[in-house]
């Protein structure tokens, strides 16, 4: 068990950012989080794992965010991030008390408490 954590999304320079995954078949919209102890350890266990079964780790160095909407396909040229971007930095600072990871394989979700 890893301690719950609180994320801080600082209004100083929140970051939208788009995401796609290997197969090109999702876009993913995306808010930057700033690195923290929990999650860095969460990272680790799991490469640990995929590791002891000769797997190759994902993502050096790991992308820390919050998905905030996905779409189909790769959609980077139709996206608007100047747009998104500037939705966002209206927004006040907001805290996220997270207290758990889901991770979706496939149609399968898995949820770790924290």
Not at 64 to 84: E, M, P, T, Y
Not at 100 to 108: F, L
């Amino acid at each position: 068990m890893y301690p719950q954590t609180t994320l801080l999304l600082q209004s100083l320079a929140p970051k939208i950012d788009l995401l796609i995954n290997e197969e090109s078949t999702r876009t993913f919209i995306t808010v930057a989080i700033p690195e923290h102890k929990s999650l860095i350890d969460v990272v680790k266990c799991c490469d640990k794992t995929l590791l002891e079964f000769d797997k190759e780790v994902f993502y050096k160095p790991a992308t820390f965010h919050i998905s905030l909407a996905w779409v189909l396909g790769d959609q980077r040229d139709q996206i608007d991030i100047k747009n998104l971007q500037s939705c966002l930095e209206k927004i006040e600072e907001s805290t996220f008390h997270v207290d758990s990871i889901c991770c979706k394989i496939g149609n399968k979700l898995y949820t770790s408490k924290l």
